[in-house]
């Protein structure tokens, strides 16, 4: 019990230091980002200059080392001011995921240093214009030539689409799928026009197109089949990551309520004096409590390798994204006709929210994972 609380204390004061350059830093700057849109420049620096970029990533290729509950309370933290700053954060740590459990030493040594160390962002590449959360229904193609592969297809909904450096890519390889590593440089890639989002409008997503695109062999992540099953269990480990976002937009938003309705008075006396609002308050703060209760444990499953992680990361990214949108909704209801507003931030939070939703595999499909882990148990 001693050694756990003593790991409990350094993640809560790690907490506080990656709470306090949120605030200090992120935070004056989340408004800005949303109405004029991205790239996240400024924010991306900043992470830069904090080491966080290469938080996730392993420490023999210039990254922090950090494990999962490390990640998750960055991102919970980051996003509690700035959903976008705490996507932007945590991209490398995600995408290169993959490449740091299958690729060649060669590749890691290729790609792995330089986004640790903020040099060059990454980028994933899964879904398609016909298939989301499908992911078996993908119709890019790889095929061999030479020395080279050569990737045909078009990937949508691609977050850091002509930002980023590196992309990760699933695509069809003979009679299975593989996963590749491409180059904003390599010839025969290409970008679509930045879409115009409903939230999440600092951060850049676009179409990536491979016409042709030729990459290097030494490309390849892993071996030539099997690549949708090592991409199901990177994403055990990065859907608690995108909880950990949608928590803290939950916890933004119950932050934002409470501040106001304890300023805002009605017939004389502030709002927080109500008994109606403070049920309203209180409601809210167990829909956020929960979801990070569900959440850690799935980031403790995860991090003892317990076969239940992936059930439990399905459950914990539903649960606090749904606490995100419900949570945001009501924040905007409690500031009245204010929060309708981009004067206050619970109108972003609210459109931030819905994407986590969505995002990372829908709601709908973690509610399927997790009723067959039950049926099939």
Known sequence: MNDMTQSWDTYEAFRETVRRIARDKIE????????????????????????????GLPEEYGGSGADLMAQVIAVEEMARVCSVS?????????????????GSEALKREVIPDCAS????????????????????????????????VLNG??????????????????????????????A???????GAPEDKMG???????????????????????????GL???????????PVIAGQALGVAQGALDQAVAYVKQRKSQGQALARYQLIQERIGDMAIRVESARALLYRA???????????????????????????SVAVDAVQLHGGYGYLRDYPVERMMRDAKITQIYEGTNEIQRLITAKHLLTA
């Open 28 to 55: 004056p700057l989340a408004a800005a980002l949303d109405k004029n849109g991205g790239p996240p420049d400024a924010q991306f620096a900043i992470f830069v200059e904090n080491d966080l970029v290469g938080l």
């Open 86 to 102: 705490g996507l932007t954060m945590s991209m490398a740590w995600g995408t290169l995921h993959p490449l740091v459990n299958h």
């Open 118 to 149: 903020g040099r060059q962002r990454t980028a994933w590449c899964i879904t398609e214009p016909q298939g989301g959360s499908d992911m078996a229904a993908m119709t890019t193609r790889a095929v061999e030539d030479g020395a080279h592969w």
């Open 154 to 183: 078009t990937k949508r909904f691609i977050t850091n689409a002509g930002w980023a450096h590196w992309y990760l890519v699933v695509a069809r390889l003979d009679e299975d799928y593989a996963i590749f590593m491409v180059h």
């Open 185 to 191: 440089d390599d010839p025969g890639i290409s970008f």
């Open 200 to 226: 999440l409008r600092g951060s850049p997503t676009a179409d990536v197109i491979f016409d042709n695109c030729r990459i290097p062999l030494g490309r390849l992540v892993g071996d030539r089949k099997g």
């Open 229 to 239: 099953s090592r991409m199901g269990r990177s994403l055990t480990q990065s859907r």
């Open 299 to 325: 980031v403790e499953f995860a991090l003892r390798g317990d076969a239940g992680a992936r059930h439990l990361a399905s459950m914990a990214k539903a649960a606090c994204s749904d606490a995100a949108m």
